[in-house]
C-alpha cells in the first residue's frame, strides 16, 4: 500500500508517540468497552425474562470476551448455551487488516460497530448461504425494520453505529454523552424486537 509523504514525514517525526500507541490504544479500548458493556446492560437487565454476557474487550471472561444478549422465549441449548442472541459486532465495509475494536468505534473509513442478530445451525439447520438468503428475504418483506435502523449487510441483519472521537476525548477516561450513540442503537433495536422475535420463529420453520 503506498502512503502519502506527508503521512510519512508525520510517522518519522512522532515515532516516540508511535512506539507507545499500541499500548495507549489497549488501555482506552477496555475502558470504553466496559462503559459501552455497562451501558448496554444497564438497559437489558432490569427488562422482565433477558439475560446477557457483558464482557466484550475486558479481562474479566478471556476465554469468551464477548458481548451477547437474548429475549425470552429465545432458545438456548442442554448446555444453557445461547441459540439466537443480539451481539455487540462490527461491519467492517473496508476490510482494515489487523485493526482493533477502538477502531470500528470510532468509525475509521466504512467501520462500525453493530447491535446485531445472529443464530445457531444447531437451532435453524441452514448453511451460511441458506441463513443469508432467508436474512434477505425477511428483511425486503418486512420494510419496518429498515425503518428502525436495521441495515442487511453481508448476510448480516443490525444496526450499525460510532462513537465521534472528538466527544470520546474531552470525556477520558470517564465516558458518558459520547455513548449515546449506544443508547440510540439499542432504542432502535427494541423497537424493532417484534421482527427479531418473528424471525426467531420463522427461522425455525
Known amino acids: 500500500m503506498a502512503y502519502s509523504n506527508d503521512l510519512c514525514k508525520l510517522v518519522i517525526n512522532n ?7 499500541p499500548s495507549v490504544v489497549g488501555e482506552v479500548e477496555e475502558l470504553l ?6 451501558r448496554i446492560r444497564e438497559k437489558i437487565e432490569p427488562m422482565e425474562g433477558w439475560e446477557g454476557i457483558y464482557d466484550l474487550c475486558t479481562e474479566k471472561n478471556e476465554d469468551e470476551e464477548m458481548t451477547i444478549f437474548r429475549a425470552p422465549r429465545w432458545p438456548i441449548d442442554d448446555e444453557g448455551e445461547y441459540l439466537a442472541w443480539y451481539e455487540l459486532g ?5 476490510e482494515i487488516e489487523d485493526a482493533n475494536w477502538l477502531t470500528y468505534a470510532v468509525g475509521v473509513k466504512e467501520s462500525r460497530l453493530v447491535i446485531g442478530f445472529d443464530s445457531d445451525k444447531k437451532y435453524h439447520g441452514n448453511t451460511p448461504g441458506q441463513l443469508k438468503k432467508f436474512f434477505r428475504n425477511y428483511f425486503e418483506h418486512n420494510p419496518q425494520l429498515a425503518q428502525a435502523g436495521v441495515i442487511f449487510e453481508d448476510g ?7 462513537l465521534d472521537p472528538e466527544k470520546m476525548s474531552e470525556e477520558y477516561p470517564n465516558f458518558n454523552e459520547c455513548l449515546k450513540p449506544v443508547d440510540d442503537a439499542l432504542d432502535a433495536l427494541l423497537k424493532a424486537h417484534p421482527y427479531f422475535d418473528t424471525l426467531v420463529d420463522e427461522l425455525k420453520k
Request: proline letters at 4%.
Open 156 to 162: 448480516y441483519l443490525g444496526i450499525p453505529f460510532h
Open 15 to 21: 515515532m516516540d508517540i508511535i512506539e507507545e500507541a
Open 33 to 38: 468497552f466496559e462503559a459501552i458493556n455497562k
Open 90 to 94: 462490527i461491519i467492517d465495509g473496508d
